[in-house]
């Protein structure tokens, strides 16, 4: 497994923008496929986009492409959500998550059962 931390939540306006950042140790980054997740009070944990290996392919949930994205930095062992124009409804506690594999291009993992490793969560509110 490997050691994931979130940082850059906060509290932001409707339409403003949040970057958050999700570092990882213990073991070889570029090793796993990252995704990001966020859970809502009284909702499930929602799959919002995930990254190949080495970030050439990345897959984004219908409801909020076109404003959010990831990126990552195998050099320093960050994968990166950018969110913009925020909606309220984006508000929830943001995780990212780890899967390892073999397959150097694989990104279609969009359920928390895939993923072997998380982080603790970053919490991200949208005032209307």
């Known amino acids: 497994q490997v050691q994931l931390v979130e940082s850059g939540g906060g509290l932001v306006q409707t339409g403003g923008s949040l970057r958050l950042s999700c570092a990882a140790s213990?073991?070889?980054?570029?090793?796993?496929?990252m995704g990001w997740f966020r859970q809502a009070p009284g909702k499930e944990r929602e799959f919002v986009t995930s990254?190949?290996?080495?970030?050439?392919?990345?897959y984004v949930t219908d409801s909020v492409k076109g404003r959010f994205t990831t990126s990552r930095d195998n050099t320093k062992n960050t994968v990166y959500l950018q969110m913009s124009s925020l909606k309220p409804e984006d508000t929830a506690v943001y995780y990212c998550?780890?899967?390892?594999?073999?397959?150097?291009?694989?990104?279609?993992?969009?359920?928390?059962?895939?993923?072997?490793?998380w982080g603790q969560g970053t919490q991200v509110t949208v005032s209307s």
């Open positions: 213990g073991r070889t980054f570029s090793d796993f496929v």
């Open positions: 998550a780890a899967k390892g594999t073999l397959r150097s291009t694989s990104y279609l993992y969009t359920s928390p059962m895939q993923y072997d490793s």
């Open positions: 990254i190949s290996r080495s970030g050439g392919n990345t």
